[in-house]
């Protein structure tokens, strides 16, 4: 299972199935509120079959990570996760 669903936020992990959107979008509405959404982690989020993605479009959680992916992240409206830089080589 792609998605664990944790007392603050659902983590979005790997690569998240059409059979997953269902009970994503239950837990979301479950979770949430029109004033406090619920919220979803999608910093290790690698792939979302278009379900799990209309899922978000429509219901619209709060983001905790966003994705590293910059289609996925635009799409939803958010800036890609940042990688931290490479440390710099030494030599030996």
């Given at each position: ?5 944790l ?8 690569v998240v ?7 994503l979008?239950?837990?979301l509405q ?7 959404p ?13 379900a ?15 994705p590293?992916?910059?289609w ?21």
């Open positions: 299972m792609a998605i664990r669903y007392k603050k936020h659902a983590a979005l992990e790997g199935s059409a059979e997953e959107a269902e009970a979008a239950q837990w479950k979770n949430g509120t029109a004033s406090k619920a919220a979803v982690h999608l910093g290790k989020c690698e792939h979302l079959h278009s799990a993605l209309q899922v978000l479009l429509a219901l619209r959680p709060s983001v905790s990570a966003p590293a992916d910059r996925l992240a635009g799409v939803l409206g958010l800036e890609p996760a940042v990688a931290a830089p490479a440390a710099p080589a030494t030599a030996a």
